[in-house]
């Protein structure tokens, strides 16, 4: 037996060993084979067979699903079956049998590369991956035309799951059976089904392996560590061992997580301030309480359009919004309005390739172009806001113009609900995202507009010291801790208090502990971010006083480096606050 180690990307953290469960890969075919133009009828009646028993299958997990693990995990049985539904999949599918006189798997296979050539256009990782989303239906659809004893049941036991690449449905069914110690597959990314779900039902996950399913088979002995995103097929007695106190030392941090999840959220001198989460999708809802947000402070809404080929209708739009608004009440929620464009291209929005498009049509310059479809989301967003915990939230603003055409616009479509009678929360405050140094340089008049700001570091960072924060190649100059990044968060957020409204921060600085002990000094409360980093920020900001926080940001704002500023900062508290930081084992 060979022992191996293989890297990929750690998506949901933990350590399991156990036997491999080999998770054969659905192959589409790429023979093309010709029938008899008699022959064709009972091909499209075995096409329809195949459909009708995949609509039952579909249904049947979708309820399953959703007794055993609630109705977010099942949501995309719902999706899929739209995606049957639609009538130009099944008619393209139709239309190849009889135009080519082929077999139905070859028409499928042709549908399925369609698909996949369509959505590799797209630049952005998880918008990217949505094709599985398709290839996952049009699978099943062909696994469909085989005679039913031909097709594999899927094993059972407690199993490390190990795939090619999982589809989504089939990430949902075999992760819900909860027998899966942890997942392994050769492909996909952070942003994966796989990945999220992986991370919400807490079961640790490596994926973009490249070649794990040609390593092992089914029985082998391995070692998935999700938190260093390592997988060792065959260790020896020694390395199993190493891991086995290394997998002790994870669950004792993951429960002292649990604990520090539950606790008050205030500071050493009783300053009380708000953990929020960061969510793309609402299955993500019951995790981000679990670790005890207090609210989601950044759902980003460009999420849906993964969920259909097509653009998704005001009723798909609401359905979302009103079921992470119903789980998260009281707890208020702040929809962003889609940041589209950029490197999240999308084709059904025939955004033109542009030349820089970071700089290009992205966010807000996309709602205000295709106002129609801005107004469907807003429409879907008022109609959700019955129980007055929603909030919308709008992204990428850059001037005064923008913000009062999307007041017309957003009291447009609240006359329109009025005479169409529909309810809605008269008062649904309005944010804008501060993200751009156009907007941080403009606060004040802003937000005098709105009801609430929110700052967007990931991009105020990348406008504000011009930097791409998806270039590799730059990324050494990404400085969250750069003297002109703490001094323009700090005027916005004391221009934000001097008006009296409310300010938090939703990117990547408010889930770093250090950088979120500056916040604070600054008089920062409402932090939004990843889920999974809520309790180490949280007892981090609970083992300091305000008042040495504020200290620490003063000193630190007359320091002239990053690196000055963040080895200050390590000293000052790091140093002599060792059990306030929650470290992730390595
Ligand atoms: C940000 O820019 O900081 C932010 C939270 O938005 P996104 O990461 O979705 O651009
Ligand atoms: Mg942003």
């Given at each position: 037996?060979?022992?191996?180690?293989?890297?990929?990307?750690?998506?949901?953290?933990?350590?399991?060993?156990?036997?491999?469960?080999?998770?054969?890969?659905?192959?589409?075919?790429?023979?093309?084979?010709?029938?008899?133009?008699?022959?064709?009828?009972?091909?499209?009646?075995?096409?329809?067979?195949?459909?009708?028993?995949?609509?039952?299958?579909?249904?049947?997990?979708?309820?399953?699903?959703?007794?055993?693990?609630?109705?977010g995990?099942?949501?995309?049985?719902?999706a899929?079956?739209?995606?049957?539904?639609d009538?130009?999949?099944?008619?393209?599918?139709?239309?190849?049998?009889?135009?080519?006189?082929?077999?139905?798997?070859?028409?499928?296979?042709?549908?399925?590369?369609?698909?996949?050539?369509?959505?590799e256009?797209?630049?952005?990782?998880?918008?990217?991956?949505?094709?599985?989303?398709?290839?996952?239906?049009?699978?099943?659809?062909?696994?469909?035309?085989?005679?039913?004893?031909?097709?594999k049941?899927?094993?059972?036991?407690?199993?490390?799951?190990?795939?090619?690449?999982?589809?989504?449905?089939?990430?949902?069914?075999?992760l819900?059976?909860?027998?899966?110690?942890?997942?392994?597959?050769?492909?996909?990314?952070?942003?994966?089904?796989?990945?999220?779900?992986?991370?919400?039902?807490?079961?640790?996950?490596?994926?973009?392996?490249?070649?794990?399913?040609?390593?092992?088979?089914?029985?082998?002995?391995?070692?998935?560590?999700?938190?260093?995103?390592?997988?060792?097929?065959?260790?020896?007695?020694?390395?199993?061992?190493?891991?086995?106190?290394?997998?002790?030392?994870?669950?004792?941090?993951?429960?002292?997580?649990?604990?520090?999840?539950?606790?008050?959220?205030?500071?050493?001198?009783?300053?009380?301030f708000?953990?929020?989460?960061?969510?793309?999708?609402?299955?993500?809802?019951?995790?981000?309480f679990?670790?005890?947000?207090?609210?989601?402070?950044?759902?980003?809404?460009?999420?849906?359009?993964?969920?259909?080929?097509?653009?998704?209708?005001?009723?798909?739009?609401?359905?979302?919004?009103?079921?992470?608004?119903?789980?998260?009440?009281?707890?208020?929620?702040?929809?962003?309005?889609?940041?589209?464009?950029?490197?999240?291209?999308?084709?059904?929005?025939?955004?033109?390739?542009?030349?820089?498009?970071?700089?290009?049509?992205?966010?807000?310059?996309?709602?205000?172009?295709?106002?129609?479809?801005?107004?469907?989301?807003?429409?879907?967003?008022?109609?959700?806001?019955?129980?007055?915990?929603?909030?919308?939230?709008?992204?990428?603003?850059?001037?005064?113009?923008?913000?009062?055409?999307?007041?017309?616009?957003?009291?447009?479509?609240?006359?329109?609900?009025?005479?169409?009678?529909?309810?809605?929360?008269?008062?649904?405050?309005?944010?804008?995202?501060?993200?751009?140094?156009?907007?941080?340089?403009?606060?004040?008049?802003?937000?005098?507009?709105?009801?609430?700001?929110?700052?967007?570091?990931?991009?105020?960072i990348?406008?504000?010291?011009?930097?791409?924060?998806?270039?590799?190649?730059?990324?050494?100059?990404?400085?969250?801790?750069?003297?002109?990044?703490?001094?323009?968060?700090?005027?916005?957020?004391?221009?934000?208090?001097?008006?009296?409204?409310?300010?938090?921060?939703?990117?990547?600085?408010?889930?770093d502990?250090?950088?979120?002990?500056?916040?604070?000094?600054?008089?920062?409360?409402?932090?939004?971010?990843?889920?999974?980093?809520?309790?180490?920020?949280?007892?981090?900001?609970?083992s300091?006083?305000?008042?040495?926080?504020?200290?620490?940001?003063?000193e630190?704002?007359?320091?002239?480096?990053a690196?000055?500023?963040?080895?200050?900062?390590?000293?000052r508290?790091?140093?002599?606050?060792?059990?306030?930081?929650?470290?992730?084992?390595?």
């Amino acid at each position: 037996m060979d022992y191996f180690r293989l890297r990929g990307t750690g998506v949901s953290p933990g350590i399991a060993i156990g036997e491999v469960s080999l998770t054969e890969r659905v192959l589409f075919t790429s023979r093309k084979e010709i029938i008899s133009p008699r022959l064709v009828d009972d091909e499209c009646k075995r096409l329809h067979k195949a459909l009708e028993r995949t609509q039952e299958q579909l249904s049947g997990i979708r309820d399953n699903v959703k007794r055993k693990m609630g109705e977010g995990h099942s949501i995309i049985f719902e999706a899929h079956q739209l995606i049957l539904e639609d009538p130009s999949l099944m008619s393209g599918i139709e239309e190849c049998i009889r135009n080519e006189n082929t077999r139905a798997e070859w028409a499928i296979s042709q549908a399925n590369e369609r698909y996949r050539t369509l959505f590799e256009s797209i630049t952005d990782d998880y918008f990217r991956q949505r094709k599985s989303d398709i290839e996952d239906v049009l699978s099943r659809l062909y696994k469909n035309l085989a005679p039913a004893q031909k097709r594999k049941r899927e094993d059972d036991g407690e199993k490390i799951l190990v795939a090619h690449d999982l589809l989504p449905s089939e990430a949902a069914v075999r992760l819900s059976r909860g027998n899966v110690l942890a997942v392994a597959i050769d492909m996909g990314g952070q942003t994966s089904h796989t990945a999220i779900l992986a991370r919400s039902l807490n079961i640790p996950a490596v994926v973009g392996l490249r070649n794990i399913t040609q390593k092992v088979k089914s029985g082998d002995r391995i070692v998935v560590d999700g938190t260093d995103g390592e997988v060792i097929i065959n260790p020896p007695l020694a390395i199993r061992r190493e891991f086995v106190s290394k997998k002790k030392k994870y669950d004792d941090y993951r429960r002292e997580l649990k604990k520090t999840a539950k606790l008050r959220s205030s500071t050493l001198d009783g300053v009380k301030f708000v953990p929020l989460a960061n969510i793309e999708l609402p299955e993500e809802v019951s995790l981000a309480f679990s670790m005890g947000a207090e609210g989601i402070g950044l759902f980003r809404s460009e999420f849906i359009y993964l969920q259909s080929p097509s653009l998704p209708s005001e009723e798909e739009h609401f359905s979302i919004y009103s079921q992470i608004a119903k789980k998260a009440h009281p707890f208020p929620v702040d929809i962003r309005t889609i940041d589209v464009g950029g490197e999240k291209n999308l084709p059904q929005l025939k955004i033109e390739k542009e030349p820089n498009p970071a700089l290009g049509l992205r966010a807000i310059r996309v709602s205000l172009r295709d106002r129609d479809l801005f107004k469907i989301q807003l429409r879907a967003i008022l109609r959700a806001s019955t129980l007055k915990n929603v909030r919308v939230l709008i992204p990428m603003i850059t001037e005064l113009e923008e913000i009062k055409e999307v007041k017309l616009i957003f009291s447009e479509v609240k006359q329109e609900l009025r005479q169409d009678r529909v309810k809605f929360d008269e008062n649904l405050p309005l944010g804008v995202m501060i993200e751009v140094p156009a907007a941080a340089a403009l606060t004040d008049v802003l937000v005098s507009e709105v009801d609430y700001l929110s700052i967007g570091t990931n991009d105020l960072i990348q406008y504000y010291l011009a930097v791409d924060r998806s270039n590799e190649l730059v990324s050494y100059l990404f400085k969250p801790f750069h003297p002109s990044v703490f001094r323009v968060i700090k005027f916005i957020i004391e221009t934000a208090h001097k008006a009296g409204k409310e300010i938090s921060v939703c990117g990547e600085m408010a889930a770093d502990p250090l950088s979120a002990i500056l916040l604070l000094g600054f008089g920062l409360k409402k932090f939004s971010m990843n889920p999974i980093f809520i309790p180490r920020v949280k007892r981090a900001l609970r083992s300091v006083e305000l008042k040495t926080a504020r200290k620490v940001a003063l000193e630190a704002m007359k320091l002239k480096t990053a690196q000055e500023i963040e080895e200050y900062i390590i000293e000052r508290i790091l140093v002599k606050h060792p059990k306030a930081f929650l470290m992730q084992i390595t």
